[in-house]
């Protein structure tokens, strides 16, 4: 008996750490809704009764907000504001009440079809990170809909050792049960990039997602165990292995804090070699959490953020606001490196007309986008070059693929500078730079050298091109393999180029933040890692703790070996042998 119970799910860990609790389950899925006309003289209060649950959905939105203003992470702020955003968006009143006086549906039914005419526009962009957000205007519309019916679809009170196990969560269903000190979060559904998994990382929170069946494995109050770093979760274990967990998390735990003990330090190896550790933003307000876990800058600035947010391209002053404000934050020790905005077909800036691509990871983005919208990418320059505050500013190109276009973006820069001196205004020193993550850039790597005075090498997209594997595709993620020999070879060539050219060259790329490749990477040569704002402290005491001799050795031994597997294995040894507290 006991057999068919202890079962093991799989999924994607999104959010790092062990959870041990019991299993709460939130199956909303298949709420029914009566689907009725209304007769033509109560068509005005059915309009009523609509605009009234968005009342009083907004109100609880905002409550939820006020709530959640002391937490000391900006994600559930910014997703909070966002559904309040829709909520007040009077497209979907008008759509759905055009529904009711039209053809007299009941306001619920009206509901669901302006919830789905809106969806269904998500569901045609070609980004994941966008589709995935077409589950907000559900989240939204099942929230209006529960006022509408007066049913509470609010998660309830939850017991102190819950481990959520549903189906999706809203953003709001994940700040409620965070509020709740909840132990961990399981879904059916979701990616890295739905609401869960970045709520869950944000705070620190285990998460599984895309772990399907779920909902059909767990029983209410079933014991349960979710390792957010391997994406399984064991159902009803037996009491041993749950105790073995036991003590795994508690030294995860108490790594954890040491870790954070330790972040300000820099990262210097005890052979005396420095590598600067530094923050990957893609909001101004990151910049808080980056310096509290010992960033020593801003490796990368994803400012095409402040594109995608609004419904107009940003003025020169907002950028400028956005801009002073990471500057002024990071003070004058600590630079700040500026990425051109990486805005593509599918990754829309408001009034930029761009193609419908059917591959856009190929297609028009970035600086070759930027090249051909020379007016928009010289009104982000000009606001760069408009940076007098804090330490060294620098700006990088994304997607540079050779020295044609590399020299193209360099003579905008140049003449926009050079419009500014006519004003009268003084351009910022700024240092140049460019992102190797295109394979012919690798390759062109010495000439490009000559021209910039920094490299930054993109791994997400390096290895998505190089491997030739869509960084967003789930059914080939077992793939997408950074210690990759083509991968670790081309690093090589790299970081070789930048420093016969006498450049430092850093990495931006997801795979800086694996405490696992700091060996690889610091016997690479890298000078600095850029790296989500959680993943700091953990690179820091490793390298804190590597020789570069012996890292040094270890990459002559990888670039000699000829598959992945025997590269893993190489590394994995290596680092459980120097860092066995790494492993737990
Ligand atoms: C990269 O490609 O590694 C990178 C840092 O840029 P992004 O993830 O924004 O494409
Ligand atoms: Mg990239």
Redesign the pocket.
Known sequence: MDLIRRQVAHGLGVSDGIAIGQVFLIDRRHVPINKVHVPPELVDAEVGRLENAIGRTTVSLERLLEHTQNQNTEEPLLVLNAHLLMVRDPLLLEMATRQIQDERKCAEWALKSAVRAIRDKFDLLDDAYFRERRTDVDFVGERILAALTARDDGVQEVPTDAVVVAHNLSPEDVITLLRQNVRGLVTEAGSKTSHAAILARALEIPAVVGCRGALELCGHGDPVVVDGRQGTVLIDPPDPVIEQYRSIAKSHAAFEEQCLAEADLPAVTPDGHRVAVLA?IDIEDEVGSALAYGAEGVG?Y?TEFLYIDGRRLPSLDEHRRAYRYVLEAMGPDRGVTF?SF?LGSDKEAAGVRTPHEANPALGLRACRLALQHPTLFRAQLRAVLSCHEGGKVSLMF?MVSGIDELLEVKALVKSERAAMQDEGLTPADVRMGV?I?VPSAVWVADDLAQEVDFF?????????YSLAID?QNEHVAYLYQPLHPANLRALKHVVDAAHRARIPVG?????AADPLHSAVLLGLGFDSL?MPNVAIPKVKWALRRLSQRDATALVDECLRERSAAAIVKRVRRAMEDQLPDLFG
């Open positions: 990957n990368l994803r990425r990486d994304p992102m993550e930054s090498v993109g791994t997400n997209d390096l290895i998505q960084r990495m931006c790329g997801e795979m850029s």
